[in-house]
């Protein structure tokens, strides 16, 4: 098993973990900053998204004295691509997180998943419930709204290449302006959120930075079709300490999704972001504050 690492100038060694099927995954990996005071945490990104979601809260969680990994699921960012992309579900996702602990020597950590990447927990929960020690979902339940499910099926891997990066931040302004209200004139954050999301390909063009075949995954997808019921994947993450943090006007993570943890978990901690949807940063002062005496909290 690979587990070979470079330093980066961002402040985190880069790791590649070879998977079980063989693929080389990317992982950032920012070292605590003494002394130690915790496990490790572990950030899982979203369906379209990559390990530079968490660039910002990253370093900060380090400096509390953890450890902090960020991988790129297959198919994304510096990850390989999957030639088979019946493999890019949450199920083998959560094996690929395994594979990354075990390479890396961590038998317990604590989990940050945002949107898939908390579906991922819960997956990981039903079947290594001893690698978890507690969990924050971010914008995402065990009922995802039905709406914000169709958004996304009608909008994964229908990008198209640009030819500069100021283009490139107007097409994520045009995509995500309505999760992002207060935001729309603010040039700088879309300019960030294109670096994080969008690459340079070989032709010169720009591209989002993922596997276009993820989108395989939602070809039939059916919007009257009642979404799927994940209460007993989430049942297994809730026997440790839960934090939901999720944008009050999130479509995946509505009222009713949080109301509907806390009946299957009354131990449930939860905030929300005025005027943010689908997804927070986790920078804003609600939701770091949140996860930073959540963090305090746990081992």
Not at 153 to 172: C, D, K, N
Not at 204 to 212: R, V
Request: proline share 8%; hydrophobic share 45%; glycine share 8%.
């Amino acid at each position: 098993m690979d587990s070979g690492a470079a330093f980066s100038i961002g402040g985190f060694e880069e790791r590649i973990v070879t998977t079980i099927d063989g693929l080389p995954l990317y992982a950032r990996d920012y070292a605590p900053l003494a002394p130690v005071t915790g496990l490790p945490v572990i950030c899982l990104h979203g369906l379209t998204r990559n390990s530079a979601d968490f660039e910002v809260i990253a370093p900060r969680i380090a400096a509390l004295g953890r450890r902090v990994v960020v991988p790129d699921m297959r198919g994304r960012g510096k990850s390989a691509n999957d030639p088979d992309p019946a493999h890019y579900v949450p199920a083998v996702y959560a094996q690929d997180v395994i594979r990354i602990m075990d390479a890396l020597e961590i038998p317990r950590a604590v989990f940050i998943g945002t949107s898939m990447g908390g579906l991922i927990m819960m997956v990981l929960a039903a079947r290594a419930p001893e690698r978890i020690a507690a969990s924050v979902l971010h914008d995402v339940g065990p009922k995802p709204s039905r709406r914000g499910r169709a958004r996304i099926a009608a909008s994964v891997g229908r990008s198209q290449p640009v030819g500069s990066w100021e283009e490139a931040a107007e097409a994520v302004r045009a995509v995500n302006s309505t999760a992002y209200p207060g935001r729309i004139d603010d040039q700088d954050f879309w300019r960030a959120f294109a670096r994080r999301t969008y690459r340079q390909n070989e032709s010169g063009q720009y591209e989002t930075n993922y596997d276009p075949h993820i989108a395989l995954a939602f070809v039939d997808f059916d919007e009257d079709a009642p979404p799927p019921d994940l209460g007993p994947l989430f049942k297994a993450l809730a026997a440790k300490p839960v934090l939901s943090v999720r944008g009050a006007i999130s479509d995946i993570l509505e009222e009713e999704g949080v109301a509907h943890m806390r009946e299957l978990n009354p131990a449930l901690e939860s905030v929300s972001v005025e005027n943010i949807g689908h997804a927070p940063m986790l920078d804003e002062p609600e939701a770091w504050d949140a996860v930073l005496d959540f963090l305090a909290k746990v081992e």
